[in-house]
């Protein structure tokens, strides 16, 4: 490395409400460095987003202006600048990363857009970019891809172009419902009961609708017939995304159904879809983000050479 | 009051997780004085319990120890002492309160049980002792009794007992995701928009499943549409109200319903059913529980007299 040339050709940025990550990559697409904080966007006033950024990624800075390509709340209209969704059907790879102006001459700063459907209405942000990676693994892809997290996603796919979608708050509500409603007396924080997890996504989808008397139940098998907080968290996590399934039934049933999202999370979608007949296929989404950015640097590449 | 006499006759005690509320009663049942603080069952150790009650009562005692009849948290297992279940089916009205050990001698302290019923798991601590105020007021009463808050009860009662009931986390939802969730950005402290909340119930109650999504769509319509933070509060209220219904419909279908909660809260529940064509009366719940401890009372008067 020359003196003043910069460590990375561009900067790979995954900012969302509770953490931000980055990746030096390579013209090449491989990754020279990575790193993280838990300077997420809900904990940054708009001044703070810079230094921020620049905490993890000055030591990857030269002389030149280093693009920089963003994804998720950063571009929020809490975020650092708002940039505008995009409406449905919209093909994600190719999204073009909106330039934002920053104080600092050594980034060049582009962040994505979110995408948007009106009816029934529904945002994203950040999940159009880890859609983008999917489909340059998997360009001919039609079918269903199940996002699971904080805010779950529903995604109909075809032709390269995201067709519709829908959000579910399961990830939220169980987090809230564990760790802040009655129930956090008896809920583990870890540990998991399988077959009491399948009974409950299978109670769930044949009576969704009683999913909060089904939530204070748990907490009364706890008190009254010693139900372990093991079994009392597999029981909440089955009632959450077996009313989700319920409800996203539409999504799946008679469809080529993937989950992507974190290892463990994205099996027990898998597992739960298994026992209603859908094979669903599970990816580990950790790298999609990465290489939708990827796929959006070169878009910028390509207007700006 | 001669020089040594009590001030009360004795003393009704509400002990909820988070508040505790007294009175001090006269044996013909006036009231002679009350009062609150925030010193609920949630905050406190198990030692914690007789300080915060004698520093609101303290002033009512005399030479000659005061029955206190309490009701409520106070008698769980993370409470002052942990006072067992009676079952159902059980008559309120008949429950006796069981004596606790107390270090200071001018109390005489005594907690109520609470009812548990085995299939569906369910627990109730202090609407036991509404219900028995309820009772005493409407001795023949045969329906059903829906007492809204943040555990909300659904009881079936019959000659005098209760013969079932079922509890719903509703309350509790409402104030995690109004106040916790990414919902938060969106929902307005105050202020009400009726025909949005009745139009919500009337969807949840015609797809109840949908909840989890119809959670996210709050905050989709108020990013995308401009959706007011009053009316996002009532749809979220109607939406968790409407699956509240839903799963209760067993219930309230086809019978006599009274509603007795706070009075803004209880007016919800009744419009919602009015609009189910189920013409609930509508009560405010204010002086139930004072009654049921009254009622309570009197029987350790018979046993210890």
């Known amino acids: ?10 900067i790979a940025v995954d900012w969302g409400t509770s953490r931000l990550r980055v990746w030096a990559m390579a013209a090449d697409g491989t990754i020279r460095a990575e790193a993280a904080s838990d300077d997420g966007m809900g904990g940054l006033a708009r001044d703070g987003f810079e230094p921020a950024l620049l905490k993890l990624v000055a030591p990857w800075l030269g002389s030149v202006p280093v693009p920089v390509v963003a994804c998720g ?23 073009q990363p909106v330039p934002v102006a920053t104080q600092d001459g050594r980034i060049r ?7 948007s459907q009106a009816k029934p209405a529904d945002v994203m942000r950040g999940e159009e970019t880890q859609i983008a990676g999917f489909l340059v ?15 779950t996603k529903w995604v109909h796919i075809s032709a390269g172009e995201i067709v519709s979608f829908q959000t579910f708050l399961t990830g939220e509500l169980f987090r809230l419902i564990s ?29 969704p609708e009683r999913l909060a008397q089904r939530l204070f139940a748990i907490r009364a098998e706890g008190v009254l017939q010693g139900l372990t907080p093991e079994a009392a968290r597999s029981q909440l996590s089955g009632e ?25 999370l994205a099996a027990l979608y ?31 590449s390509e207007t700006t050479a």
Chains 1, 2 share one sequence.
């Not at 571009?75 to 919209?90: D, L, T």
């Not at 009655?182 to 109670?203: T, W, Y």
Request: aromatic content about 8%; some cysteine.
């Open 109 to 115: 700063l582009f962040i994505m857009p979110g995408v």
């Open 1 to 10: 490395m020359s003196a003043g040339a910069a460590y990375a050709d561009w």
């Open 270 to 300: 898998g597992d739960a879809l298994q026992a209603q007949g859908v094979s669903a296929r599970v990816l580990d989404a950790g790298p999609l983000t990465r290489i939708g950015l990827g796929r959006a640097y070169t878009t910028i």
């Open 240 to 264: 959450l995304i077996g009313a989700e399934l319920a409800a996203a039934r539409p999504y799946w049933l008679g469809q080529e159904v993937v989950v992507a999202g974190a290892p463990a």
């Open 179 to 207: 760790e802040e409603s009655v129930l956090r007396h008896g809920i583990a924080d870890e540990g998991f009961d399988q077959a009491r997890f399948e009974s409950a996504v299978a109670d769930a989808l044949s009576r």
């Open 73 to 95: 709340m950063v571009g929020s209209r809490q975020g650092w600048a708002e940039v505008p969704y995009r409406a449905v059907p919209c093909a994600p790879g190719a999204l």
């Open 137 to 151: 693994e998997e360009p001919g892809f039609d079918g269903i891809l199940c996002l699971p997290g904080t805010h």
